[in-house]
């Protein structure tokens, strides 16, 4: 973080005097955070809950990126907007909310949002960038810019009803989103830009909680999601943090990294990711499948697939795959050395949220035959055994 540290003054004190009296706070975790420059990259469903809560924590310098403008179905997860900013640029009624919220800290806007053309310089102006993004271009175009600049990236994403969170930081040792994800999933297979649908609330959980982990990384007030990564199934009511490593074979901060700056023609402006990423078994061995491939694939290989069901024990009482084997997402780290690493892994939730991530460990731990089953037991239940019940 910055060294700068200005002296607080009363109002300062007053208006922050909950959360100074915080011990591990304190005045000094206050001057931090005056001191401290942020960069929310997207004023949308994430970003809105994080730059308000940055704001109102009093983050000195607050940068906002986004290219889009207010739209209405924006409003009823995207908090910084407000009805009549329909139709104009979502960086000026984030700056109006934000100013109208605390006055005495200084809002930036950046309205060509992130490109690959500003994004070092852009991030390099910065401490920590927030990661609101829903677009998996410009999330690679954030991961990539964090590590060449080595500044902390704190990540949130929703898919569903599920949220995850944590905070990619290779500057001190940490993995990156590659580490996970080194290759895109398939155009088309994963909603993106908003299609799978969202309920505000949820943003509004992941939202704070990327907020929560700024402050943490500012403040030093404990230690920040780092290497962790933090799921809440709003469903169920369940979370889950899991240990997630450095990939040594990592694109971007492996020992023989491909990608060692931001290329302008790989960072394209859709929801999918441009081809160079994906990987040479990503033919052989797709990332997702759909229940009738998995069904298909179980029949015809069954001595080489293997479904595995990562529910909860409770959730296996109400329906169950009879071939499948049983490891809840939970236990899936201390399992995953005992997995057969000779076939074909497929992996099922109750609606493929659970199941990408335990593909996506897996895979960043090195097993490259693992395939995420889209739509769970549920879909399987719909198009291949009506006799399951649903829930
Ligand atoms: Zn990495």
């Given at each position: 973080m910055s060294e700068r540290a200005p002296a607080l003054g009363s109002d300062a004190l007053r208006r922050y005097s909950r959360q100074i009296l915080l011990d591990e706070i304190g005045p000094a975790g206050q001057q931090r955070l005056a001191a401290a420059r942020v960069l929310i990259v997207g004023a949308g469903g994430l970003g809105s809950p994080a730059a308000l809560y940055l704001a109102a924590a009093g983050v000195g310098t607050l940068g906002i990126a986004d290219h889009d403008k207010v739209e209405l179905h924006n409003l009823h997860r995207q908090l910084?907007?407000?009805?009549?900013?329909?139709?104009?640029?979502k960086v000026d009624s984030a700056a109006a909310t934000l100013s109208g919220l605390n006055p005495h800290i200084e809002i930036i806007t950046h309205?060509?949002?992130?490109t690959p053309a500003n994004v070092v310089e852009l991030f390099g102006n910065y401490d920590v960038i927030v990661d609101g993004t829903d677009n998996f271009s410009v999330r690679y175009l954030n991961n990539d810019a964090a590590h060449l600049t080595g500044k902390p990236l704190v990540h949130g994403s929703i898919f569903k009803f599920e949220g995850l969170v944590t905070v990619f930081d290779t500057a001190r040792g940490g993995p990156c989103y590659r580490c996970l994800h080194p290759e895109a999933p398939d155009r088309g297979s994963v909603p993106g830009c908003g299609e799978a649908g969202v309920v505000g609330a949820l943003c509004g959980v992941i939202g704070s909680l990327q907020a929560m982990e700024t402050i943490k990384l500012i403040t030093g007030c404990g230690p920040a999601l780092r290497g962790r990564l933090f799921v809440y199934e709003a469903l169920s009511v369940q979370t889950q943090t899991l240990t997630i490593e450095r990939n040594k074979?990592?694109?971007?901060?492996?020992?023989?990294?491909?990608?060692t700056s931001i290329a302008?023609?790989?960072?394209?402006?859709?929801c999918t990711v441009a081809p160079s990423f994906q990987t040479m078994n990503q033919a052989e061995y797709p990332f997702e499948i759909d229940v009738a491939a998995a069904h298909q694939m179980t029949r015809e290989s069954s001595a080489s697939v293997i479904i595995i069901d990562v529910r909860e024990p409770h959730e296996l009482e109400i329906?169950?795959?009879?071939?499948a084997r049983h490891i809840p997402m939970r236990q899936i780290p201390e399992h995953a050395a005992a997995l057969p690493r000779d076939k074909h892994l497929l992996i099922m939730c109750h609606h493929g949220g659970r199941s990408r991530r335990v593909t996506e460990y897996l895979r960043a731990q090195g097993f490259d035959a693992v395939t995420n089953i889209a739509g769970g037991i549920d879909a399987w239940a719909v198009?291949?055994?009506?006799s399951l019940s649903r829930y």
């Open positions: 910084l907007h407000r009805d009549a900013d329909v139709g104009h640029a309205p060509d949002g992130v074979r990592c694109p971007l901060c492996g020992r023989n990294p491909q990608i302008a023609a790989a960072y394209q402006p859709t329906c169950r795959v009879e071939t198009e291949i055994d009506s």
